[in-house]
């Protein structure tokens, strides 16, 4: 019998001492959430005033990734224009081994550098195309943003 209500007295007592800590547990993250309820208001309140907030403007942060992005294409565009205006203007065989025309080909080693030239000229050409067509695309979209930016900023 006594073994009986030590071991009732046990279970209360575990049961007590469970709603004990999950009432700790539940008012620890009632503080908690307060306390985060009370920053967000704060930083509410700051961007109403036009104070300054350290959370990230997002929109800003798209506008001037997209602008660098650009920025970058536009100026690898570049260099490939102006190398290809380079090798359109003085086209280059590349290396030629004069010795490596067979004997019975119906060109001989003049003709055949002088079509790899031709070769790399068109294909210059075509890179000078491509550049522009790059700068064409980019350039405006790297303005809008651009603008858009500035509109965020002010």
Known sequence: MANQ?????????QKNSGKRA?????????RATRKYQ???????????????SDRFDWYSLY???????????CLFALVSLVRSIVDSVWPDA???????????SSLSAEQVKKNLADQNQRQAIKSVVNSL?????????????WKLARKSRS
């Not at 590349?94 to 019975?104: A, R, T």
């Open 38 to 52: 009370d920053v967000d208001k704060e930083s509410v309140l700051k961007v109403n005033r036009g104070g300054s």
């Open 63 to 73: 506008i001037y990734a997209i602008c660098l992005i650009t920025v970058l294409i």
């Open 94 to 104: 590349g290396y030629f081994d004069p010795y490596s025309v067979p004997k019975d």
């Open 133 to 145: 067509t790059t700068l064409v695309i980019a350039g405006p979209i790297y303005l809008y943003h």
């Open 22 to 30: 999950s009432a700790s547990i539940s008012s620890s993250s009632s």
């Open 5 to 13: 209500s030590r071991a009732r007295g046990q279970k209360s007592s």
